[in-house]
């Protein structure tokens, strides 16, 4: 696991493989918000960072300007020293050897298995080809299917072959858009530990695009968070968790509530709070509005007088309530969870 | 910004020449249709103005009156036998659905001037009629009976052979989200007619606009029927000007309005199409299942069996009755005459089909790597421009083209030989212009359902676009590439108007055979070159529909 600091912002990483990002902005010409505003980000070689924000918050576009998609309007792109896109220089995609794993696989349907495997690997020898694919398809636990079609696999196997694809070249940066997304939940958890696991023993520098938190806190040894084309908060995600600059990044990992300007801090998770009887006390009272169900817990919608926005309260599912009762929050934990927001300055610019 | 805004892949040298070779031949194919709109804007001479006053105040007013009768009736007709067929072919599965849904289409295999020709007996069958109109009537009514049922007969013909294109829309329309949607308004407690009147149709309607517009051009184009039952559309009017009064200049004139009116109708189709075309996705299409009904299941025969009486068993039926008549004159038929005309037509098929097809693959793979907005309107008014333009428009945009190139080198050179404007050469370049964008279009539906996020994966394993394109894209089209090249080469087999105009001394197809022998009063001579005709297209579309077949049963 790589640490975490904050060094100074135009000192570029140039470790082999380590992705450097400086400035980077790209619009669009039918848009007049710019798409990424800025981006400044670094990834450390052989670590996988993730990236997660809400949809139409940069992080599709960042990919495809990563992997040459897109011309950006300004910034620089370095990947192991080797300068990608500047004010006088971009490499087209082909000569970045950037690997990348959409959402849909995306394997050629008209090549079998093997033949997608072996795509990128044009001036391997034979034997060398022969034995790579063989490699990664163990890897992925999919031996014996060389000569499998695409519309001969399953989801779960067209995504894992989608990889093993992208990882045949050995590229110096692999980038994942959402691979997981269109997978059911037990499915998209093994994939997740699979690829994490295969990820870590090839040493190959990841950025992994997720709107699933459990994936981003899972795999990432660093996450990223996303909001209108820029980077608001780059930490490990414990950090993160534990520490999220704003409600936006709060919000992305876990339910929480906004409150009123005048409590501090002026948000809390849904976990942080407890119901209590209205005589117990407690910061605000109101009334059962809703509870929904899971199996393990329930989330307790409370209708406060004045507040539009119920409060959202999470608790066992043994514990029973009644809509329409009145009841009283009160926080947890004494503890104050830290809200500061990070300066200005350390929005963007983290390195690891 | 300091970055250049170009296309990333611009600085591979393949992929230059490629987009500069789809611009010089997108340009090329509009070449005719330019000079025609340019002619707009140039001034007559005095007898041409004399000759071009003479048209608009005798003959034009009648023309475009005809013009206007002929294309709303065919269209009508059209849609009353393609839409319930294609409706009903899609929603409901019955016994022979499979042979009935080839059988549909076949009629587009019989041109309309030989099921005109064919349907001669038939008519003749009214004289009886007519003449005790005249009798009892008087001549006033008698004139008015003959002229409406050529009319009516006319629209019929046009309309049982040229549904097939209605059909066809209507099908791909009824097979998407037409079928999907068609279940949600059946859940909602809607019965199957009030789902298609209220939900299916208004759906439809984009995607049935592109089939009847299709309709409306081959009338407009058609040279051969109409003139066989004495109209005078626009494009015989345009053959009367340039032939009759031998005054091309004047036919330019009139070919740029016809031009023009026809940009209009494309216009209007495409404002109409809007974007509604492109959120149909024909993924996860079933039927109803079987009619529950012994009323829906007789409405299901006959949606399909009254077109394919009209348009296919009466035409046929037609061409046997002509092959046994014509059977006592077998040994003076002059069969080196038909082999000859058959390898002509097959030439001219293969070598148009090839041409068309490696061109549509040019110019619409590079507006796909390419974010230049004029290449991008090049590529999309080429597909559209040719079939838009009726055949004798086509025709005199290729030679003013061919003399306007044709003076630039001298006639002894053998450039200038080359170019001489009769040659077969601008025959293949008229028909290339005509009937590339269906090939095109084919070509472009295919590439629009490979998802571009194909291409970027082949560029992020080391591929050049150009190595993509031949490695992914190419083999991927293989079934649209064969679907557009079979629809070329039967429309070039029963081209006439364009072979007319434009072949070369002594050069005949099976078409013009089949024309001139009738022009010559020898109808039963034409029966084999009719017959050999109908059964190439006939292959060409069973080919097609097969194909067809066997890829709805993959996705499936």
Not at chain 1, 103 to 120: A, K, R
Not at chain 2, 1 to 14: A, I, L, Q, R, Y
Not at chain 2, 216 to 241: C, P, Q, R, S, W
Not at chain 2, 424 to 442: D, E, H, K, N, P
């Amino acid at each position: 696991m790589v640490g975490v600091s904050f060094p100074k912002r135009n000192k570029m990483m140039t470790s082999p493989n380590s992705l450097a990002v400086e400035n980077l902005s790209v619009s669009y010409p039918d848009s007049k918000e710019p798409a990424l505003q800025k981006v400044t980000l670094n990834v450390a070689a052989s670590s996988i960072l993730s990236i997660v924000g809400a949809s139409g918050s940069g992080k599709s576009t960042l990919l495809r300007a990563l992997c040459g998609l897109e011309s950006p309007a300004s910034g620089t792109i370095k990947l192991g020293g080797q300068v990608l896109c500047s004010s006088a220089k971009f490499v087209r995609p082909d000569r970045r050897k950037i690997g990348l794993v959409s959402q849909s696989g995306d394997l050629f349907p008209h090549l079998n298995v093997f033949q997608n495997l072996g795509y990128g690997l044009t001036n391997w020898r034979r034997a060398d080809r022969k034995t790579r694919c063989k490699e990664l398809l163990e890897a992925i636990g999919l031996p014996n299917f060389e000569k499998r079609f695409p519309h001969e696999l399953s989801g779960g196997e067209k995504q894992r072959i989608a990889l093993a694809r992208a990882l045949a070249p050995r590229p110096p940066l692999l980038l994942l858009d959402e691979p997981f997304s269109n997978l059911d939940s037990n499915l998209r958890q093994s994939l997740r530990r699979l690829t994490a696991d295969i990820l870590r023993k090839e040493k190959t520098t990841t950025i992994f695009v997720t709107h699933h938190p459990e994936d981003a806190l899972s795999t990432g040894d660093s996450i990223a968070v996303m909001d209108s084309g820029t980077i608001i908060q780059c930490d490990t995600p414990r950090n993160l968790w534990r520490n999220p600059v704003s409600p936006v990044a709060a919000s992305l990992f876990d339910q929480i509530n906004q409150l009123p300007s005048s409590n501090f801090p002026n948000w809390l998770r849904a976990n942080e709070l407890e119901l209590v009887e209205e005589s117990h006390g407690g910061f605000t009272s109101g009334i059962i509005h809703e509870i929904e169900f899971f199996g393990k817990t329930q989330m307790v919608y409370v209708k406060i007088q004045n507040n539009l926005t119920p409060v959202i309260v999470e608790v066992a599912s043994e514990e029973k309530y009644q809509i329409g009762s009145p009841i009283s929050i009160k926080r947890k934990r004494l503890k104050a969870i830290q809200s500061k927001r990070l300066s200005t300055e350390h929005k963007q610019g983290i390195c690891f | 910004m300091f970055f250049k805004k170009k296309p990333f892949h611009s600085d591979t040298w393949g992929l230059r020449l490629w987009k500069f070779l789809a611009w010089a031949l997108g340009l090329t194919l509009l070449a005719p249709v330019l000079v025609i709109l340019l002619s707009l804007f140039s001034s007559l001479s005095p007898d041409s103005t004399e000759a071009w006053q003479q048209i608009s105040s005798f003959l034009l007013k009648d023309a475009i009156k005809e013009t206007i009768i002929l294309v709303i009736g065919s269209c009508v007709v059209a849609s009353l036998l393609g839409i319930p067929a294609a409706w009903f072919i899609e929603n409901f599965d019955f016994p022979g659905k499979r042979l009935l849904s080839i059988a549909l289409v076949l009629p587009l295999a019989i041109p309309p001037f030989i099921a005109a020709i064919i349907s001669s007996d038939l008519r003749e069958k009214l004289i009886p009629f007519l003449i005790k109109i005249r009798r009892e009537e008087g001549v006033e009514s008698f004139l008015w009976w003959e002229e409406h049922l050529r009319y009516g007969c006319l629209i019929l013909l046009f309309g049982s052979l040229l549904y097939p294109y209605v059909f066809l829309a209507g099908r791909s329309a009824f097979a998407g989200s037409g079928i999907i949607m068609g279940e949600a308004g059946r859940m909602l407690g809607r019965s199957p007619w009030r789902v298609f009147s209220s939900i299916q149709l208004p759906l439809a309607r984009p995607a049935l606009a592109a089939g009847i517009f299709l309709v409306a051009m081959e009338v407009i184009n058609d040279y051969g029927a109409v003139k066989h039952f004495g109209f005078n559309t626009l494009t015989v009017t345009l053959f009367t000007t340039w032939f009759g009064m031998d005054q091309i200049e004047t036919a330019k004139k009139l070919a740029s309005w016809i031009l023009i009116s026809v940009f209009f109708l494309v216009a209007l189709e495409h404002w109409h199409r809007g974007r509604a075309l492109r959120s149909l996705h024909p993924e996860g299409a079933k039927s109803f299942g079987s009619p529950s009904s012994i009323i829906t299941r007789i409405a299901c025969y006959l949606s399909c069996l009254v077109p394919i009486s009209l348009g296919l068993i009466l035409p046929l039926f037609g061409l046997i009755d002509w092959l046994l008549k014509s059977s006592s004159i077998y040994d003076q038929i002059d069969w080196e005459e038909i082999i000859t005309a058959s390898r002509h037509t097959l030439i001219l098929a293969l070598s148009s089909t090839v041409i068309c097809l490696a061109t549509a693959l040019i110019i619409i793979g590079a507006a796909r790597f390419s974010t230049n907005p004029i290449l991008r309107v090049i590529s999309k008014f080429s597909t559209v421009a040719g079939y838009a333009c009726p055949g004798t428009v086509i025709a005199l945009g290729v030679m003013g083209f061919a003399v306007a190139l044709g003076n630039q080198f001298p006639s002894e050179s053998w450039i200038g030989r080359l170019l001489v404007p009769s040659g077969f050469i601008w025959l293949l370049f008229a028909i290339v212009t005509r009937y590339f964008s269906i090939g095109s279009q084919m070509v472009q539906q295919g590439l629009a359902r490979q998802n571009k996020s194909l291409d970027q994966s082949s560029f992020s394993l080391g591929k050049t676009p150009t190595k993509t394109f031949f490695r992914i894209n190419l083999p991927l089209l293989k079934p649209s590439i064969l679907g557009g090249a079979t629809l070329v080469f039967v429309d070039v087999c029963k081209e006439l108007p364009l072979c007319l105009l434009l072949r070369p001394f002594d050069f005949e197809t099976l078409s013009t055979l089949t024309y001139s022998k009738v022009d010559q009063g020898a109808i039963y001579a034409c029966a084999i070159p009719s017959l050999f005709l109908i059964s190439v297209s006939m292959l060409g579309l069973i080919i097609v529909e097969l194909n067809g077949w066997r890829k709805l049963s993959k996705t499936k």
